[in-house]
Every structure is written in structure tokens, then in C-alpha cells.
């Protein structure tokens, strides 16, 4: 294990705190600067990578190469295809993962990695388009990109101005801006970007249709308009949901009848013995269709202080029912 052979000195909370303001006032000066920087090199470099037939690789060393996976990770859940690829790894075999139809985007802020700057001439005879973001615009990776965005900063947020620090966010800020801009361009939406976050909430939100989480054929609780007071409490305590729809011959929802509407009545002091399901239902319920959103119905509970909605066909046909244990379930809400 390595540890620091400097001097220790007793921990000093004021110099901590000073310390981290300072870094993020050098920090945001970079970016500041970045912003006032960019021109239309960043617009070409966009369009570029908007016209790429294949994925965006990209490549960098050390911090910058981990600054490198998460760019590569953000295009990639935003619409651009892409994926990293170690450019030492490159020399070794990875480079064969490298097609003409890519474009490398290449990451060193002095421009001078040698474990890059060892694979240019095989991108080069490869005639994959090479892209570079560094702080050096003299270097040789500068030298032989097709397009360069300058990432240089005044100096590193460390002390002794030597760690990755301003560095590293200015080229991670750079990257995101890649990003940002590509995905308007290509007119990403939300619901693109639940398809490459299905495990999200996100995702569930917005992948998730009432068809996927409603219950269907007998599980549906539903008796016909006629049937006793007695028929329609079994069958609400048959299904378990608290509730039953009440349909025509043909299967069209009538209305419906649900735990709080026989508290209300009885609250009333009503004899339901000799009522009919016709006589006690909510006439007009609240339904959904079921290609609707989950989100949608979850969202007309809480509206109306309910937990189940009847699922209906274009025709009014009852096919199914939702409860909102069926939303918890599915982790919609």
C-alpha cells in the first residue's frame, strides 16, 4: 500500500472547507472559459458524429480514460451509439473492434499519451475519422485529428497543480456537451430514453402500459346488472379487489360498485338485502384503455381518491381491471 511520505500535520477543518470552495471556484472558472471558447469547430465536430455510420469510440488514458467510459456511456443511453475502448488494449488486438464506419474520439489533455499516439497511423491507413479533445492544440494528436476541441485549462483545482483535477471536468463537461447536443439534433425524447433504461424508474414509467399490470379474464370481478346484493359482495370477496364492475349481456360496462361505496351506504342507514347491483353501483366509472401508460392510471387514482379503474376496450367492453397493488407491484408508483 502507498501512503504519502510527506510530513503529517494535525487535520485542520478550516483549511478543508477552504480547500473545497477553492477547488470548485477554479472548477467553474474552467468550465466559464470552456463555454466562452466554443465555436463552430464544436458545431463540425457534432455534424460529424451525426453523419458517423458506424459507433463513436472512444479512447483515453488514465483519468482521461476514465473520463473516456462515461462519455462514452452517456452518448450511448442518448441515442448515439458508442463504446470505450482501452487504447493500450488497442495495440493488442481491441483495435480489430475499430470499423471505417466508426469515429474514434480520442481523449489526452496533453495530447501526448503514447499508448494513443502509437495507434494514429493504424486509424489513419484504417481512414477512420479521428476526433480529438485535449488541452494541448500543438500535440501530436492534435496534429493529426480531423477535428480538435480544445479542453486546456489555466491550471489543475490540486495544490501542487499536478493531479487530473479542472482538467478531468472540463473534459467530462466537454463530453456531455457532445452529448446534449447530438441528442437534440436527433430529436431524442423521453420515452428513447426509458428504452435504454427499462430497469429505471424512468423506464417503468414510461415502457410500462396498463395491458402489462391489469388483471384479466376471470380474475375481473363483474356480475350483471340484476344479480342479488348477495351475488355482488361474493364476488367482490371472491376477486379480492374491493370492488366489482357490473356489465350488459354484451360485456359493456354499466358501472361499479366498491368497499367505500358500502361504507358510504351503510353509513346512510340503507338496506341493501333486497337491492339489486343495478340499484347500488357508481354509474359512469372511471376507465382506461389498455395501451394506456400505467403512470396514467396511477395518476387517476390519486386524482380521485381511488384504487381500481375498469379497463375498457374502444367498444366499452370491459377487459380487465387495474388496482393500485398491481402499480406497487410493478414498482410504478
Given at each position: 500500500?502507498?501512503?504519502?511520505?510527506?510530513?503529517?500535520?494535525?487535520?485542520?477543518?478550516?483549511?478543508?472547507?477552504?480547500?473545497?470552495?477553492?477547488?470548485?471556484?477554479?472548477?467553474?472558472?474552467?468550465?466559464?472559459?470552456?463555454?466562452?471558447?466554443?465555436?463552430?469547430?464544436?458545431?463540425?465536430?457534432?455534424?460529424?458524429?451525426?453523419?458517423?455510420?458506424?459507433?463513436?469510440?472512444?479512447?483515453?488514458?488514465?483519468?482521461?480514460?476514465?473520463?473516456?467510459?462515461?462519455?462514452?456511456?452517456?452518448?450511448?443511453?442518448?441515442?448515439?451509439?458508442?463504446?470505450?475502448?482501452?487504447?493500450?488494449?488497442?495495440?493488442?488486438?481491441?483495435?480489430?473492434?475499430?470499423?471505417?464506419?466508426?469515429?474514434?474520439?480520442?481523449?489526452?489533455?496533453?495530447?501526448?499519451?503514447?499508448?494513443?499516439?502509437?495507434?494514429?497511423?493504424?486509424?489513419?491507413?484504417?481512414?477512420?475519422?479521428?476526433?480529438?479533445?485535449?488541452?494541448?492544440?500543438?500535440?501530436?494528436?492534435?496534429?493529426?485529428?480531423?477535428?480538435?476541441?480544445?479542453?486546456?485549462?489555466?491550471?489543475?483545482?490540486?495544490?501542487?497543480?499536478?493531479?487530473?483535477?479542472?482538467?478531468?471536468?472540463?473534459?467530462?463537461?466537454?463530453?456531455?456537451?457532445?452529448?446534449?447536443?447530438?441528442?437534440?439534433?436527433?430529436?431524442?425524447?423521453?420515452?428513447?430514453?426509458?428504452?435504454?433504461?427499462?430497469?429505471?424508474?424512468l423506464g417503468r414509467k414510461l415502457l410500462t402500459h396498463v395491458a402489462d399490470v391489469m388483471r384479466a379474464g376471470e380474475q375481473?370481478?363483474?356480475?350483471?346488472?340484476?344479480?342479488?346484493?348477495?351475488?355482488?359482495?361474493?364476488?367482490?370477496?371472491?376477486?379480492?379487489?374491493?370492488?366489482?364492475?357490473?356489465?350488459?349481456?354484451?360485456?359493456?360496462?354499466?358501472?361499479?360498485?366498491?368497499?367505500?361505496?358500502?361504507?358510504?351506504?351503510?353509513?346512510?342507514?340503507?338496506?341493501?338485502?333486497?337491492?339489486?347491483?343495478?340499484?347500488?353501483?357508481?354509474?359512469?366509472?372511471?376507465?382506461?384503455?389498455?395501451?394506456?401508460?400505467?403512470?396514467?392510471?396511477?395518476?387517476?387514482?390519486?386524482?380521485?381518491?381511488?384504487?381500481?379503474?375498469?379497463?375498457?376496450?374502444?367498444?366499452?367492453?370491459?377487459?380487465?381491471?387495474?388496482?393500485?397493488?398491481?402499480?406497487?407491484?410493478?414498482?410504478?408508483?
Amino acid at each position: 500500500m502507498h501512503v504519502a511520505t510527506g510530513a503529517p500535520r494535525p487535520f485542520d477543518a478550516d483549511q478543508a472547507l477552504r480547500l473545497a470552495r477553492e477547488t470548485f471556484d477554479i472548477e467553474a472558472a474552467a468550465l466559464r472559459a470552456l463555454g466562452q471558447r466554443v465555436d463552430s469547430r464544436f458545431a463540425q465536430v457534432v455534424q460529424q458524429m451525426l453523419q458517423t455510420q458506424g459507433r463513436i469510440v472512444v479512447m483515453g488514458m488514465g483519468k482521461s480514460g476514465h473520463i473516456g467510459r462515461k462519455i462514452a456511456a452517456t452518448l450511448a443511453s442518448t441515442g448515439t451509439p458508442a463504446l470505450f475502448v482501452h487504447p493500450a488494449e488497442a495495440s493488442h488486438g481491441d483495435l480489430g473492434m475499430v470499423t471505417p464506419q466508426d469515429l474514434v474520439l480520442a481523449i489526452s489533455n496533453s495530447g501526448e499519451s503514447a499508448e494513443l499516439t502509437a495507434i494514429l497511423p493504424v486509424l489513419h491507413r484504417l481512414g477512420v475519422p479521428l476526433i480529438a479533445i485535449t488541452g494541448n492544440l500543438q500535440s501530436s494528436l492534435a496534429q493529426h485529428a480531423d477535428g480538435v476541441l480544445d479542453c486546456s485549462v489555466e491550471r489543475e483545482a490540486c495544490p501542487l497543480n499536478l493531479a487530473p483535477t479542472t482538467s478531468t471536468t472540463a473534459q467530462l463537461a466537454l463530453g456531455d456537451a457532445l452529448a446534449v447536443a447530438l441528442l437534440d439534433a436527433r430529436g431524442f425524447r423521453a420515452e428513447d430514453f426509458a428504452r435504454s433504461h427499462p430497469g429505471g424508474a424512468l423506464g417503468r414509467k414510461l415502457l410500462t402500459h396498463v395491458a402489462d399490470v391489469m388483471r384479466a379474464g376471470e380474475q375481473v370481478p363483474r356480475v350483471p346488472p340484476q344479480a342479488a346484493f348477495s351475488d355482488l359482495m361474493r364476488e367482490m370477496s371472491a376477486k379480492g379487489l374491493g370492488a366489482s364492475a357490473i356489465v350488459d349481456g354484451q360485456g359493456r360496462v354499466l358501472g361499479i360498485f366498491t368497499d367505500g361505496d358500502l361504507r358510504r351506504r351503510i353509513e346512510a342507514g340503507a338496506d341493501l338485502r333486497a337491492a339489486t347491483a343495478e340499484q347500488v353501483m357508481h354509474s359512469s366509472p372511471r376507465t382506461i384503455a389498455a395501451d394506456a401508460l400505467a403512470v396514467d392510471a396511477a395518476e387517476m387514482m390519486e386524482t380521485h381518491g381511488i384504487t381500481s379503474v375498469l379497463v375498457v376496450g374502444a367498444d366499452g367492453i370491459l377487459t380487465g381491471i387495474v388496482h393500485i397493488g398491481d402499480l406497487m407491484r410493478a414498482k410504478v408508483i
